[in-house]
């Protein structure tokens, strides 16, 4: 089809969408336990990361004290770079959690992460798709693929050498 419009002529090229191809699944149960493991999350909290959520350090900046530590803004960071969420959705998904482990914490809210993430910076070592464990120690934040947590918790296996 060709249009004439103020002495210049345009083309319109009409394409056709190709068909999705059909993808047949054969092995129904497989396919099942796979979608039901995307949504699983293995969530690491130990006793002394719990004791510096809050932050007891004093302020020597004029204003309000931080009640956070770093480590909490960074720990919500990291759970929002694991799966992929906006600041809000991260503020209600941490305190989900907290409340499955029946943590009495107080989760920042999406202002606070907002301001505080340009001060700190999330790094994983692995993408995100490939995360398996979330660790919250004293030290801070970690991310272990399968196995790494349970090697470093209980040693190595005597099988596996």
């Known amino acids: 089809m060709q249009l004439r419009m103020s002495g210049l002529w345009y083309s319109s090229i009409v394409t056709e969408k190709k068909p999705k191809p059909k993808y047949r699944i054969r092995n129904w149960q497989h396919y099942n336990k796979a979608l039901v493991k995307r949504g699983s999350l293995t969530l690491w909290v130990e006793?002394?990361?719990?004791?510096?959520?809050?932050?007891?350090?004093?302020?020597?900046?004029?204003?309000?004290?931080?009640?956070?530590?770093?480590?909490?803004?960074?720990?919500?960071?990291?759970?929002?770079?694991?799966y992929p969420l906006p600041l809000r959705n991260a503020q209600g998904f941490a305190a989900s959690l907290f409340d499955l482990l029946q943590l009495n914490l107080p989760v920042p809210d999406y202002s606070t992460l907002s301001r505080r993430a340009r001060q700190l910076e999330v790094k994983l070592k692995s993408s995100a798709k490939a995360i398996k464990h979330l660790l919250i120690d004293s030290s801070g934040l970690k991310v272990f693929g399968e196995g790494e947590w349970k090697v470093r918790q209980h040693g190595v296996d005597k099988r596996r050498t």
């Open 47 to 82: 006793q002394k990361a719990i004791a510096a959520w809050l932050n007891s350090t004093p302020s020597t900046r004029p204003g309000r004290p931080r009640t956070y530590a770093d480590a909490a803004i960074e720990c919500l960071l990291l759970l929002r770079e694991a």
